[in-house]
């Protein structure tokens, strides 16, 4: 069975510190994979998408970027964070190309990031 | 474009109620639509989905119907339980990602 880890769970940064989240599936393969960000009281905002390794989609301009070294890695960075990156990532996977349109998100656990 | 819009919460209710979570969309086209859930601390899981009109899903006593004269996929329970307590997501399917709306947080007092 597929399944989806996300670390770390919490994180207290510093303003002006870097970031790394990290995303990784197992049990499946050319997986479609998503960054989302849940802010206090807020729905859920989709930061990138990849459809493939080394295949990175922004969909809001930002000082986060995302990068995809292997299949089924999805790393989340930034060189330094702001109070406003605050807030509850979530990472995601659906099937590829072949899964069609109705294929759902599977998410992971999320974390919960503080810049301070 | 793409949306969706969620009625917004708190809601409280106690146990044994009628639950309905009114969710409405705008698209191009007819896309899939999901409920998604979230309890206390966890990552979003997936409830249930409707991939055409007038198809309805349904997973652990909870029920929407796609209505595409209303635009609508209402969530509804006939009697919730203490478990039940979460944030629950309507969305729609892009081209290449969810639509979430923002969310409804119920709770259920015994």
């Known amino acids: 069975s597929q399944t989806i880890h996300q670390w770390p769970a919490t994180l207290v940064q510093p303003v002006g510190s870097p970031l790394s989240l990290e995303c990784t599936v197992e049990?499946?393969?050319?997986?479609?994979l998503y960054w989302y960000r849940q802010a206090a009281g807020r729905g859920l905002q989709l930061l990138f998408y990849?459809?493939?390794?080394?295949?990175i989609s922004s969909e809001v301009p930002q000082n986060l970027s995302a990068s995809r070294p292997q299949d089924r890695q999805f790393i989340l960075s930034s060189k330094k964070l702001l109070l406003s990156d605050s807030g509850f990532y979530l990472c995601?996977?659906?099937?590829?190309?072949?899964?069609?349109?109705?294929?759902?998100?599977?998410f992971g656990n999320g974390t919960r990031l503080t810049v301070t | 474009g793409n949306s969706v819009t969620q009625m917004e919460g708190p809601v409280t209710l106690s146990e044994e109620a009628f639950l309905t979570i009114n969710c409405t969309y705008t698209a191009t086209g007819y896309p899939s639509l999901f409920w998604y859930v979230q309890y206390p601390g966890e990552g979003l899981q997936l409830l249930l989905k409707a991939t055409k009109a007038d198809d309805k899903g349904s997973n652990k006593g909870f029920e929407a119907t796609y209505r595409k004269e209303t635009t609508s996929f209402h969530l509804e329970k006939g009697s919730v339980q203490v478990s039940d307590s979460a944030v629950y997501f309507c969305?729609?399917?892009?081209?290449?990602?969810?639509?979430f709306g923002t969310g409804t947080r119920l709770t259920v007092i015994p």
């Open positions: 969305a729609l399917m892009g081209a290449n990602n969810l639509f």
């Open positions: 990849s459809v493939g390794i080394g295949q």
């Open positions: 995601a996977w659906s099937i590829g190309l072949q899964g069609g349109m109705d294929s759902p998100l599977h």
């Open positions: 049990g499946t393969s050319n997986p479609n």
